[in-house]
């Protein structure tokens, strides 16, 4: 299965920044996906991340605050935009690779402040 | 869209029991049901999973069954170990709505040594 290496893996940042999450895969996959996971939650998915076109976002996420970036098949871009201590939570890269099933990075862990 | 409810949402053994996650799913067209295993600041792993044409699947001391009538899908441990002490997630994938994976609330299992 595909080794995603995420990064940063955690960041603490003031209100108002916006922070850009790296998600980068040993191998070229068609499904790419960004998830969120607020603490002690479950996981909730933000949007896909579509090569070569606009991310599919899911209900309650826009491309303003959360914008993606897709510019090949083994890379991606989440960016959490003007942040607000209700964004903290733990951000998570996906892949989807047919009969492999679908592989997460180690997540983001990101504080507002 | 998919629901996916899993209970018990916390579930506390003693070591060497076994150990039993349920969870429903209400869309039929749903194809493919992985379970995750996340530890504490760690993205999820997936541990076992389990496609519609197949009725269960073992790994060792790790089983998942699946009845497609009922729409629903356990998950089973046995002879748990406290290593095995982690927060479990059951998912479904949507294949009619990107092949995107909708996950369980999340179950707590705590191993007692």
């Known amino acids: 299965s595909a080794v995603i290496s995420q990064k940063p893996s955690r960041d603490i940042c003031q209100r108002g920044t916006s922070l850009t999450i790296q998600c980068q895969v040993d191998s070229q996959v068609t499904m790419m996906f960004w998830y969120r996971q607020q603490p002690g939650q479950s996981l909730t998915l933000i949007a896909t991340a579509n090569q070569g076109s606009e991310a599919t976002y899911e209900s309650g996420f826009v491309i303003d605050k959360f914008p993606i970036s897709r510019p090949n098949l083994t890379f991606s871009t989440l960016t959490v935009s003007n942040m607000s201590p209700e964004d903290s939570s733990i951000y998570l890269c996906?892949?989807?690779?047919?009969?492999?099933?679908?592989?997460f990075g180690s997540g983001t862990r990101l504080t507002v402040v | 869209g998919e629901n996916v409810e899993q209970h018990p949402s916390t579930l506390s053994v003693q070591e060497g029991d076994s150990a039993v996650i349920k969870c429903t799913y209400s869309?039929?067209?749903?194809?493919?049901f992985p379970w995750y295993k996340q530890e504490l600041g760690k993205g999820p792993q997936l541990i076992i999973d389990i496609r519609s044409n197949v009725g269960e699947k073992k790994d060792q001391r790790i089983a998942v069954t699946l009845n497609k009538t009922a729409k629903h899908f356990s998950l089973h441990i046995t002879e748990t170990q406290p290593e095995d002490s982690a927060v479990y997630f059951c998912a479904a994938r949507t294949v009619n709505a990107g092949n995107m994976l909708t996950f369980g609330g999340g179950t707590r299992l705590m191993v007692k040594p």
């Open positions: 996906s892949v989807g690779q047919g009969d492999y099933g679908y592989t």
């Open positions: 869309d039929s067209a749903s194809n493919y």
